[in-house]
T-cell receptor, first 110, second 114 residues
Framework: DAKTTQPTSMDCAEGRAANLPCNHS???????VYWYRQIHSQGPQYIIH???NNETNEMASLIITEDRKSSTLILPHATLRDTAVYYC???????????FGKGTLLTVNP | NAGVTQTPKFRVLKTGQSMTLLCAQD?????MYWYRQDPGMGLRLIHY???????AKGEVPDGYNVSRLKKQNFLLGLESAAPSQTSVYFC?????????????FGQGTRLTVV
């Protein structure tokens, strides 16, 4: 399974963009990059995923480098409710599993 | 749709007792997963299933058994509970790899073993 490296924690001011990086240098060609977040002790929530191209939905944007070894999740206008632990997870293809690492604790400050 | 439902939501067990946690999904998903989350840590995969009648071990399978007799249900069993199994347990389901869609999670079961 591809290993991921994320910062342990990050801070962001409310209303500003939050950019969360993830290194996944061992990702295989048919694995997607998924992003989830967990708010307090709730069940994880899906945010976005992509294979090669950049993706955008109503929650966030995902930028994947051309070599696919890293990606960045962008929350364009962070709010206090975006305070959570964010996980990037390579999965798909022959990798059936969804393996969580330690993630990044994003704290959005007023 | 209810999505992913976990039963029970809370439980206190005595050491040595057994119990079964139920995960039910109504989305006709092929893949299902059981995780545990200890305080201050990420989710760790216990067991998973890629279809009815199949199960496989995850990162921390010891002390747990699972069954997937029906596609919509994934059961997690503790035969002889230990205090080290005190944790929050999450279940998830997702469609198969042809669709590469997201996983949906239940709200968790808080288990305390005393």
């Amino acid at each position: 399974d591809a290993k991921t490296t994320q910062p342990t924690s990050m801070d962001c001011a409310e209303g500003r963009a939050a950019n969360l990086p993830c290194n996944h240098s061992t990702i295989s060609g048919n694995e997607y990059v998924y992003w989830y977040r967990q708010i307090h002790s709730q069940g994880p929530q899906y945010i976005i995923h992509g294979l090669k191209n950049n993706e955008t939905n109503e929650m966030a944007s995902l930028i994947i480098t051309e070599d696919r070894k890293s990606s960045t999740l962008i929350l364009p206008h962070a709010t206090l409710r975006d305070t959570a632990v964010y996980y990037c997870i390579p999965s798909g293809g022959s990798n059936y599993k969804l393996t969580f690492g330690k993630g990044t604790l994003l704290t959005v400050n007023p | 749709n209810a999505g992913v439902t976990q039963t029970p939501k809370f439980r206190v067990l005595k050491t040595g007792q057994s119990m079964t946690l139920l995960c039910a999904q109504d989305m006709n998903h092929e893949y299902m997963y059981w995780y545990r989350q200890d305080p201050g840590m990420g989710l760790r995969l216990i067991h998973y299933s890629v279809g009815e009648g199949t199960t496989a071990k995850g990162e921390v399978p010891d002390g747990y058994n699972v069954s997937r007799l029906k596609k919509q249900n994934f059961l997690l069993g503790l035969e002889s509970a230990a205090p080290s199994q005190t944790s929050v347990y999450f279940c998830a389901s997702r469609n198969d790899r042809r669709h590469n869609t997201e996983a949906f999670f239940g709200q968790g079961t808080r288990l305390t073993v005393v």
